[in-house]
């Protein structure tokens, strides 16, 4: 877009937002509450007095991350899963999510030295960074439709049918980023179908488990949806969002077995690779996300306050868009309530970006990445005005166009 946006409007320009707040950051990684502050769940304050309290012996550690794992494990397949009961799994604790899959891209080079990851297009930037440093070959598969900013569900399907045989396939299981959308679970059904059709091995990022739904085990749907089809699974977990243990770095890697002979000598293969890599982890983190998985009462209140966190974000992606409607905004902003989780792609173009940082101090990703997180009642009516002055041009252009 060349067109210079429309100048802001004497009432906008001389708003107190304008004279007190420099950034909307809207590029927030971490939980924050209304008034803009990290969230830190009161369960996890609970935890580090429990641990306070007791004292726990170094020779302990190795049980604890066992214990880690393990529960881990259970958040992802259910308390009941077989896969639990029997020790059909093999699994370490990591750096965080990022971790998880640098691990997993390694093993994947050291015993499939001839495979691919196919990563959907599009996704988490580093990703790319992750299976390229392993000397992966990257390729992508369809998955975001820009016009309907929805799942472009027809074409996914046809990449997994038309991928060769045995490729290793990442997905997010709920909350998609960059782009909130995530697939029904009639689609997770079909999807699942194609790829063992084809022998395709699923790898699991999941960052985000109780955003899109504010419930853990709905969010965990698709995995569950694929270990009932029969698929051996890795999945690579964080804790850094849903515990708000963004500085602790806590992550799990497991990967789905046929036998407990087999879950032995994977688990080992993990370790000596891990050992490797970072030889050991900060242990805080795992010992708090412990305690709180492996505590009831802990555990239910973590799940109410998920479920308060995801509410928030929920609410904050009704009023932006109920704020972009009320502007008289001839645009669909249907897309906003409809993504799930923590990020919004909302559609804007990079030149409209530039716009928001240049004129208003509001800072995104390139592609229009809106991070919830960073919106709040107190400047959501801000961030809406400012969305509106920048796309007014094309809302003209458009308008004009409906006119002839």
Request: net charge negative; glycine share 4%.
């Amino acid at each position: 877009m060349n067109e210079k946006p429309h100048k802001v409007n004497d009432d906008f320009a001389g708003s107190a937002w304008c004279s007190r707040l420099d950034l909307v950051q809207t590029e927030m990684l971490r939980v924050r509450d209304d008034d803009g502050k990290p969230f830190i769940p009161q369960c996890v304050r609970d935890a580090e007095a429990m641990i306070q309290r007791c004292k726990f012996e170094e020779s302990s550690s190795s049980a604890i991350r066992s214990k880690f794992v393990q529960e881990s494990v259970k958040l992802a397949y259910g308390n009941d899963s077989y896969v639990v009961r029997e020790g059909l799994f093999a699994g370490v604790p990591t750096l965080s999510g990022t971790g998880a899959c640098r691990l997993f891209a390694e093993f994947q080079r050291h015993f499939y030295p001839n495979s691919q990851i196919y990563l959907p297009d599009p996704t988490w930037s580093n990703h790319h960074n992750i299976w390229e440093q392993a000397e992966i070959p990257v390729k992508t598969f369809h998955y975001y439709h820009p016009d309907t900013k929805g799942l472009d569900f027809a074409a996914l399907i046809n990449d997994i049918k038309n991928a060769p045989d045995c490729s290793f396939f990442l997905l997010h299981p709920c909350a998609h980023n960059p782009t909130g959308v995530d697939p029904t679970e009639e689609q997770w059904r079909e999807i699942s179908y194609h790829l063992k059709v084809k022998n395709h091995f699923p790898f699991f990022d999941m960052a985000y488990q109780g955003f899109s739904s504010g419930d853990l085990d709905k969010d965990a749907a698709a995995l569950r949806i694929f270990l009932e089809d029969g698929h051996l699974i890795g999945c690579a977990q964080s804790f850094a969002k849903n515990m708000g243990l963004f500085e602790h770095k806590v992550g799990c890697l497991s990967v789905l077995c046929q036998n407990m002979k087999q879950a032995a000598a994977m688990k080992s293969q993990l370790q000596q690779i891990a050992h490797a890599m970072y030889s050991s982890l900060p242990f805080q983190g795992i010992l708090l996300a412990t305690v709180i998985l492996s505590n009831p009462e802990m555990k239910a209140l973590w799940r109410k306050e998920i479920k308060v966190m995801a509410e928030r974000i929920q609410t904050m992606r009704t009023t932006l868009r109920h704020c972009l409607e009320n502007l008289d905004s001839c645009f669909n902003w249907e897309h906003i309530t409809s993504q799930v989780g923590m990020f919004c792609f909302s559609g804007l173009t990079p030149d409209q970006v530039k716009h928001l940082e240049k004129l208003f101090h509001i800072y995104m990703t390139p592609d229009g990445r809106i991070s919830m997180a960073g919106v709040t009642t107190s400047n959501v009516n801000y961030l809406a005005n400012a969305i509106h002055q920048v796309t007014r041009i094309d809302e003209e252009v458009l308008r004009s166009c409906n006119e002839q």
